[in-house]
């Protein structure tokens, strides 16, 4: 029993040692190779994915208001977890009503870089460990950083850059808000809508994403706390 005792908290020493070491190093090298990506190539039978990292410097101020109005609307006030959305959440489960997402940008990212995309506790509880170090270690300027880098918009296709290079043959600093809407709207769901031919539906949503971006400030990361 001692013996397993001992197994057990040399695993967790190591765990956190390691687990704070990457965190660490992802604050500055770029994030190319994620769980997430492997497992859905592999499980795609894909060879390769299309995605080319930027700085946040590259990449359209309205790209970053349209995912936080349409993703995580208190991404620059909250800790990593947003408690409004999460109590919400769950009174609507409790009532039987459609069920909202609670998920922040932080908690998605965390998810993407650092956990494989299955639904266990075990995985969530991970993805939580991990959104409380990356919002002390890395803040909000690099956790939307990574977020516009890794998120999928089409099948094998990744990150902002890559998103506006093949569907608006532009960078993605050249986005307008009308291009940041529609790439916003295929984020719940990337493998259903196609940015190369928006549907009725995708264009509804883009307009209603361009009116809560005008609600919005432009992002100012200096401010944050």
Known sequence: MK??????????????V???????VFRYIPVTVTPFKAVQSLSA?????????????SISPYLQKAVIATEDNNF?????????????????RK????????????????????CTPSGTW???????????LIEFMWGKERIMEVYLN???VAPGVYGAESAAERFFGKPASGLNRNEAALIATVLPS???MNLAAPSSYMQRRSSQVVSLMNKLPDPDYSLVY
């Open 122 to 132: 075990l995985r969530k509880g991970i993805e939580s460990y991990f959104t409380v």
């Open 76 to 92: 620059l006030t909250h800790r990593g977890f947003d408690m409004d959305a999460i109590r919400t959440a769950m009174q609507e």
């Open 3 to 16: 013996y397993f005792g001992r197994i057990t908290l040399y695993f967790i020493i190591f765990f956190a």
């Open 190 to 192: 990337p493998s259903r």
């Open 95 to 114: 009532e039987g009503r459609r069920k909202r997402g609670a998920s922040t940008i932080s908690q998605q990212t965390a998810k993407n870089v650092f």
């Open 150 to 152: 890794i998120i999928e």
């Open 18 to 24: 390691a687990s704070v070491g990457c965190v660490a």
């Open 45 to 57: 039978g894909r060879t390769g994915v299309d995605s080319k990292w930027v700085p946040l410097t």
